[in-house]
């Protein structure tokens, strides 16, 4: 693994202490937030509780002294009557002039309200006696008795409840801290067990090297976020591992190679210098210029070849006749090899670069030229889904079915010693398939009708292209 991707994994294991702590915060303050809420909630719920509750024992004890008064006046009212509970602190009955008439103890000493209309129902918060502090949360109900229009007061007062109010808000302050504490240790642990198996992935990738990419990180099959990313981890790794592979494949392919024709034009140099003799011109034309012709087309499709790995083989695109195509690399072979050529010409044009599209026919051509036994036949037709195809078969021995698709990668050869004495490096396929790819095409190979290989390149006509 290079240092670069080392110091990725690193810069991720500190990334994800950080994600924990900041996780952790964050879970922290909602809760803080959602606790204070509650909790504002709670104790506005439990003021309002202790005043309706306050509210229905007044409203209680003043019908039953409206009641009593309505038959009996101010007779039928006795200490009872008036005496507080433990709900109720202050009870007054006033007449019209707001004297009072008759109270509890805690009501002597000034009226508490002021006298209202016969039939009123009122509540009061904050009454007060004049020269008291108390505040009292009063009911008040007008009422007529034999003795005249009275009012009836009957309230609680207001400072036991707001009391129960700030001690529960105090109980809560102090034990706020403590569940929050609690509560942002358990996110911390379960941010952490919910990471722990990231933090797995990168161990694990951090102990990889660049020559050893076999490993795989563990994928629990939980079907969650974090084992989605051990699965796609893995395809990377496998992908990695591959391209590490086709890599080395390639390099070792691509040395062996470029020496044949090298140590070829070495030995003859090292023979002349040893000698003394110069180059006869049938030795440089039969061998030494063949060997650098070979050496000069290898190292161009090498070119392109990486260039169609780092950004996509660049083309130039126009309209193209692939009927001439076929028929310029029909005539051509033909004229330079003994073997039969068959072309079956169709006018067929499609959008692409025509350089491009010429040796990528070349090469299928001189590839089943280099395999078949007398012949090779080209025959050309559209697809119904708008695709051109030209289809290249020869009568040779075939392509086995397992090999079909090996054949377009880099130096392969299903007959290593025959095609390179036939002057193949192993790339024309190779550069076929990459040229068809760029043209949104597809290169295939197949068995001919009547036994041999077939190869078929399919581009899109101009039509589908449009």
């Known amino acids: 693994m290079s240092s670069r991707m080392r110091s990725a994994v690193r810069a991720v294991g500190h990334h994800l202490a950080g994600v924990r702590v900041r996780l952790t915060v964050v879970a922290t303050v909602l809760l803080a937030v959602a606790l204070a809420c509650a ?6 719920v439990l003021h309002n509780s202790l005043l309706n509750s306050a509210d229905a024992a007044a409203a209680a004890r003043a019908t039953q002294i409206a009641a009593t008064v309505r038959t009996e006046s101010l007779q039928g009212i006795d200490s009872e009557t008036v ?36 039939g009123a129902h009122e ?6 006696i004049e020269g008291r502090g108390d505040e009292f949360r009063t009911t008040v109900v007008g009422v007529d008795s034999p003795a005249g229009p009275l009012t009836i007061a009957v309230g609680a007062a207001e400072g036991p409840i707001n009391d129960v109010v700030i001690t529960v808000a105090i109980l809560f302050c102090a034990v706020f801290p403590i569940i929050l504490l609690v509560l942002a240790f358990a996110s ?69 190679e470029l020496r044949s024709p090298l140590m070829s034009i070495y ?79 169709t006018p067929i044009r499609v959008s692409g670069d025509r350089e491009k599209l010429s040796r990528a026919v070349r090469n299928v051509v001189d590839n089943a030229v280099r395999h078949a036994h007398s012949a090779v036949t080209m025959t050309m037709a559209t697809t119904g889904d708008g695709m051109g195809q030209i289809v290249v078969s020869d009568d040779g021995p075939g392509i086995p079915a397992a090999e079909r698709e090996r054949i377009f990668d880099r130096f392969v050869r299903l007959d290593a010693d025959r095609e390179r004495s036939a002057g193949g490096s192993g790339l024309g396929l190779a550069i076929v398939s990459e040229i068809v790819r760029a043209h949104a095409g597809t290169v295939r190979a197949g068995e001919a009708p009547g036994g041999g290989a077939a190869i078929t390149i399919s581009v899109p006509t101009s039509a589908s292209a449009e």
């Open 123 to 128: 509540t009061i918060d904050g009454a007060q």
């Open 83 to 118: 005496a507080p509970s433990k709900d109720l602190d202050i009870i007054q009955v006033l007449d019209a002039a707001g004297r009072v008439r008759a109270s509890s103890p805690s009501g002597r000493g000034g009226q508490v309200v002021d006298p209202v209309a016969v």
């Open 188 to 256: 911390y642990l379960f941010v952490g067990r919910v990471l722990r198996p990231v933090e797995g992935i990168r161990a694990q990738v951090a102990e990889m090297s660049s020559k050893d990419l076999s490993a795989r990180v563990p994928e629990s099959g939980a079907g969650d976020e974090i084992s989605t990313l051990a699965r796609t981890m893995n395809a990377m790794l496998d992908r990695l591992q591959l391209a590490r592979e086709q890599q080395l494949r390639f390099v070792g392919d691509a040395s062996h």
């Open 39 to 44: 909790a504002a909630i709670m104790l506005s």
């Open 267 to 345: 030995g003859l140099l090292d023979l002349a210098r040893t000698t003394g003799r110069p180059l006869d011109l049938a030795t440089i034309d039969s061998i030494m210029l063949p060997e650098v012709s070979r050496l000069q087309a290898m190292v161009d499709d090498l070119l392109l070849l990486a260039k169609a790995d780092e950004r996509g083989i660049p083309l130039v695109m126009g309209d193209v006749d692939l009927d001439d195509i076929v028929a310029e690399a029909a005539h051509r072979t033909d004229t330079l090899s003994p073997i039969t050529i068959r072309a079956r010409v």
